[in-house]
């Protein structure tokens, strides 16, 4: 028996997660279900995350969380628990498959074209830290990062998944043509890791022209992996090659504890109605139970419901004018009827199951850096209604040339001084780049801040940046048109 925990979810969540703890019984796993309370209804309780702390702690005894769809309302002060779950724990591999499943009719199966596409999507970092402000009225900020240490962890779980599944090719989507540094590091960190595998085939492509090549060629990907806001996008699309989100089950993999899940909404439009389709989530249990190495029963049920699918059997949302349409219950039922009369499900992915030992203290993630690193400016974001040519010159007038150089100020990323485009269409926020003067070239941070406290007068500061040389190369972009 092994133990996990289980969050019914928001919407049609509790209705799908019943029928799918059903079959699962009926399939031969061994589980011992603890129910949690986590949701959107715990969130109005006053549990900003989402969850009671006896749930949490629960997650975190047991290792693993199943889970139905939660509800996040769009704007607003409430995070997404999905994504804190997530992050909290350190999921850092969203894992999600994409197949062809008989009797769900798209253009691809229509076509005789079979889809069997994985999307490892990184978990933690890129935008989804959630970290915005409103530098001024008119201008909203989102940080974005990307770790070394991240895009190592999630590279390699990819990597490590494609052998034991004797993958072919892994392909790492970016936006490294535009975003130099964030998906450069990124990209940078995949064939790093590639080289460890040298079986595998490891290439690139750039994330909109993959977007293209899905749709066009889809029979010519086998492993993705992407940075999360990229990934989040391109799986939805993936999952639209399928069927859509309804037949594209989900894992969270982090190294002490996983997430199992469906990604579809919590459908409040048809809640309490049993018209609610159980595949998603059915299929991300049957996930969940080849991690624990319940392998049979995964193989059971992924057989059982391939096999009802064919026999015309479905929900609702599916082929309304073909086969036999069911409620979320009958459905269920007619998957447990053919548990012992399936045929074989073709799967060579296995897993052990892994180990779970609670830590005792904040894991610290950190690569080995042995060379130099040294301040040589600074980005000043600064609030004006001024035009370029004025703030350039208050600048210019105000800072020691001995010191410092004004090197460039851009407006939206675009530069606008000392030269640019009288077409530039310029909003109240700047971001000024200042650069020691020196002979080396270097600054320390106190005279970074010395400088700032002197130009603090003059303009609004909205957020500083100090710019880093490592081993002598710049570790900052440019603007547009520098």
């Known amino acids: 028996m092994k133990k996990i925990a289980?969050?019914?979810?928001?919407?049609?969540?509790?209705?799908?997660?019943?029928?799918?703890?059903?079959?699962?019984?009926?399939?031969?796993?061994?589980?011992?279900?603890?129910?949690v309370n986590m949701g959107k209804q715990w969130y109005e309780k006053g549990f900003s995350s989402g969850m009671t702390p006896e749930s949490k702690e629960m997650v975190e005894s047991y290792g693993i969380l199943f889970k139905g769809p939660m509800e996040t309302p769009k704007g607003g002060g409430m995070k997404s628990i999905n994504v804190t779950a997530r992050k909290v724990w350190s999921t850092y591999a969203n894992k999600r498959i994409f197949k062809s499943l008989p009797g769900v009719k798209t253009i691809f199966s229509?076509?005789?074209?079979?889809?069997?596409?994985?999307?490892?999507?990184?978990n933690i970092e890129d935008t989804y830290g959630g970290i915005e402000h409103m530098l001024t009225h008119d201008v909203?900020?989102?940080?974005?990062?990307?770790?070394?240490?991240?895009?190592?962890?999630?590279?390699?779980?990819?990597?490590?998944?494609?052998?034991?599944?004797n993958a072919k090719k892994v392909t790492c989507g970016h936006k490294a043509n535009i975003m130099k540094i964030t998906d450069g590091l990124?990209?940078?960190c995949f064939y790093e890791v590639a080289k460890e595998y040298p079986e595998i085939k490891a290439d690139d492509v750039i994330v909109d022209d993959l977007a293209m090549k899905l749709v066009v060629k889809p029979n010519e990907f086998d492993i993705i992996v992407?940075?999360?806001?990229?990934?989040?996008?391109?799986s939805d699309l993936c999952a639209g090659l399928v069927g859509g989100l309804g037949f594209a089950p989900s894992a969270n993999i982090g190294d002490q504890i996983s997430i199992f899940e469906a990604v579809h909404g919590t459908a409040p439009d048809i809640t309490g109605q049993n018209k609610a389709n159980p595949t998603s989530l059915l299929l991300s249990?049957?996930?969940?139970?080849?991690?624990?190495?319940?392998?049979?029963?995964?193989?059971?049920?992924?057989?059982?419901?391939?096999?009802?699918?064919?026999?015309?059997?479905?929900?609702?949302?599916?082929?309304k004018n073909e086969g036999?349409?069911?409620?979320?219950k009958e459905f269920a039922a007619a998957i447990i009827q053919r548990l012992s009369d399936s045929k074989p499900y073709a799967n060579n992915e296995t897993h052990s199951i892994p180990s779970h030992a609670k830590p005792t203290e904040n894991l610290m993630m950190e690569t080995k850096f042995n060379g130099t690193a040294e301040i040589v400016g600074v980005d000043l974001f600064i609030e004006s209604n001024k035009i370029p040519v004025q703030v350039g010159q208050i600048l210019e007038d105000a800072i020691d040339h001995q010191l410092w150089k004004l090197v460039t100020i851009s407006n939206r990323g675009t530069q606008v001084y000392p030269t640019g485009s009288i077409y530039t269409e310029c909003i109240n926020q700047y971001r000024v780049r200042i650069e020691c003067a020196t002979k080396h070239g270097t600054c320390s941070q106190n005279e970074i801040l010395e400088l700032?406290?002197?130009?603090?007068?003059?303009?609004?500061?909205?957020?500083?940046?100090?710019?880093?040389?490592?081993?002598?190369?710049?570790?900052?972009?440019?603007?547009?048109?520098?």
């Open 226 to 234: 992407l940075p999360n806001l990229q990934g989040d996008i391109i």
């Open 186 to 188: 990124f990209l940078e």
């Open 140 to 165: 909203a900020l989102c940080r974005r990062f990307i770790t070394r240490p991240g895009s190592m962890q999630v590279h390699r779980y990819t990597f490590e998944m494609a052998r034991k599944k």
């Open 324 to 328: 036999l349409v069911v409620g979320t």
């Open 6 to 35: 289980v969050a019914k979810g928001d919407g049609i969540g509790p209705e799908i997660m019943d029928a799918v703890l059903e079959i699962m019984h009926h399939a031969g796993a061994q589980l011992e279900v603890q129910m």
């Open 110 to 122: 229509e076509a005789g074209i079979p889809i069997d596409i994985t999307i490892v999507r990184e």
């Open 452 to 482: 700032v406290t002197k130009l603090s007068p003059l303009f609004k500061l909205c957020s500083i940046e100090m710019l880093m040389s490592y081993n002598g190369k710049k570790a900052y972009s440019l603007a547009q048109g520098q």
């Open 285 to 319: 249990g049957a996930m969940l139970l080849r991690h624990i190495g319940q392998n049979a029963a995964a193989e059971n049920i992924e057989n059982a419901l391939i096999k009802t699918l064919q026999d015309g059997i479905h929900t609702p949302d599916l082929n």
